[in-house]
């Protein structure tokens, strides 16, 4: 049986790491004198206390995790952490209520980057350093940082991983220990974040700006300094930079630690869920650039191009960068971008999304359903890189398909029930519970969240966090069965 007073103190730990992390914007605040100075410091002051608080109230009910703590541990930490993420937002933005300020911590804290706040450039820059810092850190999971820097956690780590790390198979152990194998994960995301953030200083990013949107890129979540998202400074050679890393991190970023100490890329093209990846991305940059050409959006075919390479790249990997209003291209190219933006990143990317490699097992499984019609008796197992995928993970990708098209449905009809328009609403679902940001009608990407009621921002709060956990993780707790001996 679960116990949560023993996670309760362990919910604190992770509160007391969180409150650190506010040092990145608060040294920004001291260095530029900004507005929001006494917002962190009260901040840090009250995410501190409060994790330090837990922890104690909680340390003679410590014991070793058991598998089903990790679920609650990882849905109270992702749950909670914006709640202190948002106090600064909070305390320092203009306007800002709660529902707005919690929306905006989780948009980043989950990666999505729906933003609900409008006069970007206009907020103090710690302010803006923090939203993006939020996906940086998001981006590959505060549980797998915790687990790579924390031996606290001791055992329960392999508990934490399965259940905060994206994808149906996850008992593939890359080293002997899992702390070791976080801090791997961890390592090649620090080399290509700092490989990003030269990159757009390169480009002609200040040094302040290609921080921010290095964070916001590695984390494949969108956010950005300013209203016009990187259409701020029109420039292709930003928006190849930007490209470049988008696809860098849409796959696993397992297979790199893997290549790494192979010293050999040859992993990497092997693995039938990056190809697949790479094969949708081109072929439908194909197909948009010549539709939206066709139909004379852009007036040359090179021009048309430049732009459906940035945004099918961005929202298929959910990162959700606009530089141009695609809402105004013909209708198929924007909801065939959304579509993209539900499925074709990999799992152990920064990505949300079903992942790839789910819609290549269901593939699989039906092209099997295909073959028995016609030979009842064949043995036909499914197997995926040359390894036979196990029953339990084809039922699990089942369960997970099920439940991802119900709660879409679900929270469609609640947002269409507070009045919401059906575009602005299934978009803005889909958006948001494949972590992709920006959607249609008065949530596209020329516009933000902040239209939204409280009850609309509350409801979409929570699909990106079912969406960040993919569901299970998150539902699972709501189960009887979770709780009982």
């Known amino acids: 049986m679960t116990s949560p007073l023993a996670v309760v103190g362990l919910v604190g730990r992770m509160v007391v790491l969180f409150s650190l992390l506010m040092l990145v914007p608060l040294a920004f605040a001291v260095g530029r004198h900004d507005a929001a100075e006494q917002a962190f410091v009260a901040s840090i002051a009250v995410t501190f206390g409060t994790g330090v608080a837990m922890s104690l109230a909680a340390r003679r009910f410590r014991r070793e995790l058991q598998p089903r703590d990790g679920f609650l541990l990882v849905g109270l930490t992702w749950a909670l952490l914006p709640a202190f993420g948002a106090l600064p937002l909070w305390l320092a933005v203009p306007g800002i209520d709660v529902a707005t300020a919690y ?42 940082l915790a687990v790579a820097v924390l031996p606290l956690l001791g055992v329960g780590g392999t508990q934490l991983f399965r259940a905060e790390t994206a994808g149906p198979i996850k008992d593939a152990k890359l080293t002997p220990r899992i702390a070791e194998t976080a801090r791997g994960l961890w390592t090649v995301y620090f080399v290509f974040s700092t490989a990003c953030f030269l990159a757009y200083r390169w480009a002609g990013m200040s040094w302040e700006d290609a921080f921010m949107h290095m964070c916001s890129t590695m984390g494949l979540a969108g956010f950005s300094s300013h209203d016009a998202s990187l259409g701020h400074w029109n420039s292709p050679l930003i928006e190849a930079v930007a490209v470049v890393f988008m696809m860098l991190s849409g796959i696993s970023f397992a297979l790199y630690f893997v290549a790494w100490r192979q010293r050999s890329l040859r992993g990497i093209w092997r693995n039938p869920e990056a190809r697949a990846f790479y094969g949708v991305v081109l072929s439908a940059i194909a197909l948009i ?12 075919y090179l021009e048309s191009l430049r732009h459906t390479v940035f945004h099918v790249v961005s929202l298929a990997t959910t990162t959700g960068y606009a530089t141009q209003d695609y809402a105004q291209w013909p209708m ?52 995926l890189g040359g390894r036979m995928v196990d029953t339990r993970v084809m039922q ?15 929270l469609t009809m609640l947002l269409l029930f507070s009045g919401l328009d059906f575009i602005s609403a299934f978009t803005a679902v889909i958006a948001c519970v494949n972590n992709i940001g920006p959607g249609l009608g008065v949530v596209g990407p020329a516009t933000n969240y902040g239209a939204l009621t409280d009850f609309q921002t509350w409801v979409l709060s929570l699909a990106m966090l079912a969406g960040r956990l993919e569901l299970l993780s998150l539902l699972v707790l709501f189960t009887p069965q979770f709780w009982r001996r």
């Open 103 to 144: 929306f905006e911590a989780m948009s980043g804290f989950s990666a999505t980057g729906a933003t609900a706040l409008a006069g970007l450039d206009a907020l103090p820059l710690s302010i803006n350093v923090w939203r993006c810092f939020l996906q940086l850190v998001g981006g590959l999971g505060i549980i797998v």
């Open 289 to 300: 650039s010549g539709y939206i050409w066709h139909h004379g959006t852009y007036p040359t």
């Open 332 to 383: 198929f190219a924007p909801l065939l971008m959304l579509l993209l933006g539900c499925f074709a990143t990999c799992a152990g990317s920064t990505g949300g999304g079903i992942k790839m490699v789910r819609v290549l097992l269901l593939l699989l499984r039906s092209q099997r359903e295909l073959v028995r019609i016609v030979h009842p008796n064949v043995v036909n197992p499914i197997v």
């Open 396 to 410: 699990n990708v089942v369960a997970f398909m099920m439940i991802y098209g119900a709660t879409q449905i679900g």
